[in-house]
């Protein structure tokens, strides 16, 4: 099984910053990629950035130049958030492709709020 948990959300003013983390364990499993989704309500879940395993990085666009994906050699994904806007509020949830056996399966964490107040 895999586990996520996310950390780091919160409230803070337009043009500050904020930092997500995403700890992971992983029992049995090899990651594929990790990566940071977020949703409004109603609205889909809409990818943010992932980090695939070779190390290639995605970004959608509305965040390019301001946020950045990293991983560190424990299974932890962090989502660094520069020059919030208030568009940028909603649930933040990490994501998961991980491997066993040949079969490949999405997890996903909890979610965490950020609010981004103008």
């Known amino acids: 099984q895999v586990q996520l948990a996310e950390s780091g959300g919160g409230l803070v003013q337009a043009g500050g910053s904020l930092r997500l983390a995403c700890a992971a364990s992983?029992?049995?499993?090899?990651?594929?990629?990790m990566g940071w989704y977020r949703q409004i309500p109603g609205k889909q879940r809409d990818v943010v950035a992932t980090l695939s395993s070779g190390g290639d990085t995605y970004y959608a666009d509305s965040v390019k130049g301001r946020f950045s994906i990293s991983r560190d050699d424990k299974d932890t994904v962090y989502l660094q958030m520069n020059s919030l806007k208030p568009e940028d509020t909603a649930v933040y949830y990490c994501?998961?492709?991980?491997?066993?056996?040949?079969?490949?399966?999405?997890?996903w964490g909890q979610g965490t709020q950020v609010t981004v107040s103008s």
């Open positions: 994501n998961a492709v991980a491997q066993r056996a040949g079969a490949r399966s999405d997890y």
């Open positions: 992983r029992s049995g499993f090899s990651m594929k990629s």
